[in-house]
Structure formats: C-alpha cells, structure tokens
DNA sequence: TTCCATTTGTCGTTTATGCAACACATTGAT
DNA sequence: ATCAATGTGTTGCATAAACGACAAATGGAA
C-alpha cells in the first residue's frame, strides 16, 4: 500500500469494481447486492475484492465520497475563499448530490449518504479556513468546520424537507449572514 | 500459456491493447503507430505488451483476424452446410469487412488484410468441409478449402475492381454452380 | 556522415490478481 | 427446526503485470 495509488493495475480494478456496484445499484437495493454479485460483474477475483476493501460498507463509502468529490470538484477551492459564493456554490453541490443519489440508488443509503457529506464538508471547510486564517490555532479552526459541516448539512436536510418554497441558492442566502460573521470572528 | 485464454487478466489486457490499436488506427496511419503509443494509449506497461504479441506486426495480425471473425460470427456455422446460401453469407461477410476496414484504418494494410482473410477463410471451408464430408481424407479436404478460400477471397478483390455493377449477393452467385458442384464431387 | 533522441526487445525483481480451499455465517425452502 | 445452498472473509500458492534498466536498432537534424 505503499504508492498503491500510482500501480494502474490498483486503478483498473478500484475502477472496474466501483462501476460494477454503480451499475448494481441501479437494479438493486443496496440490501440486496452481495460482495459476489459485485465481482462476478466485474469479471475479477473476490478475494481481489477484499484486497482494496475491507467489506461492502467500506465500497459504499468509498463510492459515495468519490461521486461527491466530483459534484465537489466543479467547485476550484485553490482560488475560492470561504466566502458567500462558495458557500452557496457547496450548498447547491450537495443538493445537487442528493437528487442524483436519491434517484439513482435505491432506499436504505440515508445514513451512510449523511455521514459521507458531513464529512467531506468538514474537511473541505476546514481545508478553506486553514487557508483564511494561517494565524489562527489549529483546534479551533477544526471545531469550527465541525460546527459548519453539520450546520452546512442541516441546512441541506431542511431544504428538502421544504423544497418546494424555495431554490437550494436562494434558501441557504438567508444563513450567510450567520455564516459569515461567525468565520471571520473565529 | 497452458490456459491462458481463460485468465481474467489476460483477457482484459488484451482487449485494452487491440482496442487502443483500434483507436489509433483511427488518428494514424500503421506505418507511424509505435509500441509505446499503444501501451500508453492503453495504460499498460511496455513489457506486457510483449507478453502477449511478438511484435506490432503479430498485433495487426490478431486484430484483423478478430475484427473478421466478428463479422463471421453472425453465421452459424453449426447449423449451415457449404451450400449456396453460406457460400453467400460468407462472401458478403468478407466485403462487408473490407469495406469497414478501407473506411476505419489508412493504407498499408492491404497485404496483411488479403492474407488474414484467406486464411480464415481456409480455416472456415475447412471446417465446414469436415462436418460435410466425414468420410473424405483429410488431405483432400484441406486442399479443397484452400482452392476455395484462393477462390472466394479472389471472387472479393474482382468485386471490388467493378464494385457499381452488381451487389456482392449477386456477383457471388453467378459462381456459385461452379463452386457447389466442386464441392460435391471432392 | 555524425550525433542525438526515440523506439525496440529483453531481462530480473517486485507487486497485484487469480484461484482453490477453508471455516463460518446467513438465508430459504420444506 | 432442519437441512441445503449461498455468501463471507481469509489463507497459501501460482501467475500476470508493473517497473526500471539495458544494449541494440532506428530515425531525423546538423
């Protein structure tokens, strides 16, 4: 595992894997797709399967984070600063995730799908803070991207469960303020 | 090599090497293709391009065969005798292959192509002949197929001389008495 | 021509994948 | 509840593929 991530034998297969339980979970519910099914799709060996993955759960959360890291990608954090565009621009990046997740998987992802944006957005706020505020102590800026991610996530669950009042821009505009103040008084 | 054809690996190897060639064959001539672009096309390494091809040249072979016996799949060669209408559904396969290859790959090929149709079509007669005559020697059988694959593979390159006359189904056909009563009276 | 860069085959070593077998859990049908 | 079938996670060994290096061949440009 040393620079495992280079070998493009670990790519073929980590690729070849995660588009097999893609392609599964559109004609499955997660439930009901073992490691086997996984692997006979893909044509490779199942203990190849354990070789990059401790079990499926571990998949999953890998999958997951993947396909939010490319809604996330669109998004250029080198130049954006924590700022009411990008939070505006994350925001719409994870509601825009979920309508593509909740569409294309079945039930029973919900948690695992929770867990997977909370912290993603914990370490992309904190990865932002840590480049606005070089001078600040480290485990306030990590308590802070704590409190924003689950604030950030919170939001995102609200909108949906009121969807239909508002854009997902316009709806997380009336937090900036709080945002806002609160990032530049940490 | 004992069972090689079977082993997941080599099997994916080689298709991502023969469709790259494929691709580049696309963007170049044969002449200008190199190993390296393929194996980098292909993400491979060097060396494992070597593993399953002698040479570029062994590649171009494979491929062709490949690509033609695509095109013969669609016959059911189980089922079919060597009578007229497999007669014509081969030949039809032959130009239909000739005419997706003058289209897809650039010059150079000619000689390699005539060679890998004529041999497969001496394999197939081959074949066909076997199941049709049983009782025939093998010898006999084997120089029949090759006057009839010189033959048909002939009967394609004069097609193609004065390709606007006729369709490939009815040029064939004018032969095929010759062809049929040959094979009967082997 | 000479020089320099690129490609070609080949080799030895390391690493990833395939495969068969195993004990154990889970499931489903009777 | 039982039994058979299927899935899980793991192991040891076989083999394909990656990697780096090498000498030789090829091919342009000066």
Redesign the interface.
């Known amino acids: 595992m040393t620079q495992s991530k280079t070998d ?1 034998r670990v ?2 297969t980590r690729k070849l894997i995660m588009d097999s339980f893609i392609e599964l979970s559109g004609k499955k519910e997660f439930k009901d797709i073992t490691v086997k099914d996984i692997t006979t799709e893909a ?3 199942r203990a190849t399967f354990y070789y990059h993955f401790e079990d499926i759960y571990d998949l999953l959360d890998k999958v997951l984070s993947e396909v939010l890291l490319i809604n996330f990608n669109s998004i250029d954090f080198e130049k954006s600063e924590l700022n009411e565009a990008s939070i505006i621009d994350i925001f719409v990046a994870i509601t825009d995730f979920q309508k593509a997740i909740s569409n294309r998987c079945h039930r029973g992802y919900d948690e695992t799908i929770a867990r997977i944006i909370r912290e993603q957005l914990e370490i992309i706020f904190y990865g932002m803070l840590r480049k606005q505020h070089t001078t600040e102590e480290d485990e306030s800026l990590r308590i802070t991207a704590v409190i924003l991610s689950w604030g950030v996530y919170g939001a995102s669950v609200e909108w949906r469960r009121n969807r239909k009042e508002s854009s997902p821009e316009e709806f997380i505009k009336s937090a900036i303020p709080f945002l806002i103040s609160g990032i530049e008084h940490v």
Do not use: Q
Request: glycine share 0%; aromatic share 0%; net charge positive.
């Open positions: 493009p790519l073929r044509k490779i060996n």
